[in-house]
């Protein structure tokens, strides 16, 4: 038999698998635009704080108004995510696992939809009663408040107009005995200045503390004081003048006795009167 010849044997040469582009995940973006309006809600809750200072009242209210509502976002996420869980519960389990919904409902009967119309209207009309009963008791509550309401601000003005007029008195009398004390201080202070008892009559200004009298007193006394001193300057003047006086007359007596005893002695010299007379 012939001998089979072997098949030529190619090389097969293994390519390197090429990897699928990932593309976007759709849970990534969520999340970074998440984190996106986290950060933009944060920012924006550091600039609202920033209008506590200034003085429009409306921009302050507003902005008081949307940091609140940033704040509960994430209560609002909660509430929003505990509905739709209530929905979901309420629609899907109670079609799948209740078999009654899927029964044909009984057909009534005259007598069976009498007696059901019979219940509907005791049913309506005991709902009207304790409606109007409500009502009822309502109105009540209302006239009720309204009275303690003016019993009480009746009792609030009452009260009021006591403490008002016992303080009203209290200043009179405070007002009258202050008075009083004034009117026996000037007296005093009167008498203290006709008597001529100047200590007296300070130590009542002092215990008044009148400060315009006070000024008047020192002013009368720096006044007094440089006068005393100016008359005192005065009268060392006049001294110091009377004393030079003196010693000039004096002096003038002795050159003038010399004088003559001189002329007595026949030694009085030539220019003698000239010096005299200087």
Do not use: W
Not at 51 to 70: M, P
Not at 205 to 234: C, G, P, S, Y
Not at 237 to 260: I, Y
Request: hydrophobic fraction near 30%.
């Amino acid at each position: 038999p012939p001998i089979p010849i072997p098949k030529q044997t190619r090389l097969t040469v293994q390519k390197p698998p090429i990897g699928r582009c990932a593309g976007i995940d759709p849970q990534d973006i969520l999340k970074e635009r998440e984190y996106r309006i986290s950060q933009r809600m944060a920012l924006r809750l550091k600039e609202l704080e920033t209008y506590g200072d200034i003085e429009n009242d409306s921009l302050k209210v507003r902005a008081n108004i949307e940091a609140k509502a940033i704040r509960l976002i994430e209560f609002q996420k909660k509430v929003r995510k505990e509905v739709l869980s209530c929905m979901q519960r309420d629609t899907t389990l109670e079609t799948a696992f209740n078999s009654k919904l899927y029964k044909r409902a009984k057909k009534q009967s005259l007598r069976e939809a009498r007696v059901t119309e019979k219940l509907e209207k005791q049913q309506k009309l005991e709902q009207e009663r304790k409606k109007k009963q409500r009502h009822q008791e309502f109105l009540n509550a209302v006239l009720q408040h309204a009275k303690d309401f003016r019993d009480h601000h009746r009792q609030t003005q009452h009260k009021t107009l006591k403490v008002a007029k016992a303080v009203r008195i209290y200043h009179e009398n405070a007002e009258r005995e202050e008075k009083k004390e004034r009117e026996r201080i000037e007296k005093e202070r009167l008498k203290r200045l006709m008597s001529e008892d100047e200590e007296g009559y300070r130590k009542l200004i002092d215990e008044k503390k009148d400060k315009r009298l006070l000024q008047l007193l020192a002013q009368t006394d720096e006044f007094i004081k440089d006068m005393t001193n100016m008359v005192r300057k005065h009268q060392e003047d006049l001294r110091d003048a009377r004393m030079k006086k003196k010693k000039k007359l004096e002096r003038r007596k002795r050159l003038l006795q010399k004088r003559r005893e001189m002329a007595e002695k026949g030694e009085l010299p030539e220019g003698a009167d000239s010096v005299v007379e200087e």
